[in-house]
């Protein structure tokens, strides 16, 4: 019944930004930790960031202080926003969430991944 849906993916010049939404979507659902993690070619996937529901957040330190992840809990939504993106970045993006649902009766948080989003930059 969760399903998350990540957005804002693309291709951008080095220096450039781009902003992800991820919405983890469903008739009741209540999202608790969410993240962000990449996988680049040839690569294990990374953490690039997490934030909890009330509000606490930790960075990769590849991604500190020029991402930020941020998260509206009305809409059971995280971002990140990338600023001075470098080649470094180019990754697959991918969201995931811990949520309770009304579909599993609330018992416990379940874990969720996203299908992931392009991000491509370009030097």
């Known amino acids: 019944q969760v399903q998350l849906v990540e957005s804002g993916g693309g291709l951008v010049q080095a220096g450039g930004s781009l902003r992800l939404s991820c919405a983890a979507s469903?008739?009741?659902?209540?999202?608790?930790?969410m993240g962000w993690y990449r996988q680049a070619p040839g690569k294990p996937r990374e953490l690039v960031a997490t934030i909890t529901r009330g509000g606490s957040t930790n960075y990769a330190a590849p991604v500190s202080g020029r991402f930020t992840i941020s998260r509206d809990n009305a809409k059971n939504t995280a971002y990140l926003q990338m600023n001075s993106l470098k080649p470094e970045d180019t990754a697959v993006y991918y969201c995931n969430a811990d949520a309770f649902s009304r579909a599993t009766g609330w018992s416990i948080p379940r874990n969720y991944w996203g299908q992931g989003t392009q991000v491509t930059v370009s030097s």
């Open positions: 469903g008739s009741a659902v209540v999202a608790t930790d």
